[in-house]
Structures are given as C-alpha cells and as structure tokens.
Nanobody, 124 residues
Framework: QVQLAESGGGLVQTGASLRLSCAVS????????MGWFRQAPGKGREFVAG????????RYADSVKGRFTISRDNAKNTVYLQMNSLKPEDAAVYYC?????????????????WGQGTQVTIAS
C-alpha cells in the first residue's frame, strides 16, 4: 500500500506563493506517476498538475498554467507543487495522488492512492 502525506498549506494573501509537498512511501517512487488535485467546497475534485515517473513530463490545468510548477525529488520520495501569484479561486484542499503505472491521469477516478489533503486559503 502506497502512503502519501501532503504538507505546506496555509493562509496567504492574494499574490503570494506557497510550496506544497507530498511525501510518498515505497521504494519505487521514481516509477510512480503523480498528480496534484484540488477540491473547493461544493465542487468536485479537479486536476491541477501531473508529472510522470519515467520521463518527468508534466501537464497543467489551464487555470494554473504559468503560475504553478510541479516537480519531484526521487531521492526524497517527494513531489512538490510550487504555487505563485495565488488567486482567491485557488483556495481549496489540495491532494496528491500516485499511480504505480508511471503515468499520471487527469481523471481522479484513475487513482487508488491519495493523501489526506492540505488546506490552502487565500485572503483577498
């Protein structure tokens, strides 16, 4: 069983930056495809960013492109989400998810392994 733990959320002002981390258990982390998702109150879980395990290729939701950056440190079994120029609409609980198949998916239903989430609140 893969275990994931997010951290780094908090309350920030509009325009500020945050870096979220997701620590992942398992000796084969480098082969996992990883995704970041978010869920605001009353809304479904939406894809934010993904990074593959083999090539490190990335993809972003249009709403965060140019502001957010996903990266991974395989030596630390950790995936990051650097969030810059935060907007009120970025407020949500952020989750990371892992796919043992090495590729990431934009559909949250494709993931079996999730963290508990970390809250991001934006003060306008």
């Amino acid at each position: 069983q893969v275990q994931l733990a997010e951290s780094g959320g908090g309350l920030v002002q509009t325009g500020a930056s945050l870096r979220l981390s997701c620590a992942v258990s398992g000796r084969t982390f480098s082969g996992y495809g990883m995704g970041w998702f978010r869920q605001a109150p009353g809304k479904g879980r939406e894809f934010v960013a993904g990074i593959s395990g083999s090539t490190g290729s990335t993809r972003y939701a249009d709403s965060v492109k140019g502001r957010f950056t996903i990266s991974r440190d395989n030596a630390k079994n950790t995936v990051y989400l650097q969030m810059n120029s935060l907007k009120p609409e970025d407020a949500a609980v952020y989750y990371c998810a892992a796919s043992r198949l090495g590729i990431f998916y934009t559909d949250p239903k494709r993931y079996a392994n999730w963290g508990q989430g970390t809250q991001v609140t934006i003060a306008s």
